[in-house]
């Protein structure tokens, strides 16, 4: 069973910067397609970024295109996100989220549906 492990959340000043991780079990990265999706307080989820599961391609939405980067470390099995320039608008539960994939793959989107999902961070951004 896969289970995905997210830590690094917190209160951060407009402007700071947070990593985000997020630690993958049961699956190995080269067959999952792992991604960063959050929710705001009374609003939906949305999906921001993804990593294929060959690691070759990488996507974002727009509002956080330049600012967020994700990353993984295939040694330890874990994703990061590496958040900066931070807005109060982007305080919302982070969650890190997956669905399994063992084909070579030629992108991802940050909106495909997952299958598997971690319990989720809280990030604050407020001064």
């Known amino acids: 069973q896969l289970q995905l492990v997210e830590s690094g959340g917190g209160l951060v000043q407009p402007g700071g910067s947070l990593r985000l991780s997020c630690e993958v079990s049961?699956?190995?990265?080269?067959?999952?397609?792992v991604g960063w999706v959050r929710q705001a307080p009374g609003k939906a989820r949305e999906g921001i970024s993804c990593?294929?599961?060959?690691?070759?391609?990488?996507n974002y939405v727009n509002s956080v295109r330049g600012r967020f980067s994700i990353s993984r470390d295939v040694a330890e099995n874990t994703v990061y996100l590496q958040m900066d320039s931070l807005q109060a608008e982007e305080t919302a539960t982070y969650y890190c989220a997956a669905y399994r994939n063992f084909l070579p793959t030629s992108g991802c989107s940050p909106a495909a549906p997952m299958k598997f999902w971690g319990e989720g961070v809280e990030v604050n951004v407020s001064s």
């Open positions: 990593i294929s599961n060959t690691g070759t391609w990488t």
């Open positions: 049961g699956l190995t990265l080269d067959s999952i397609v």
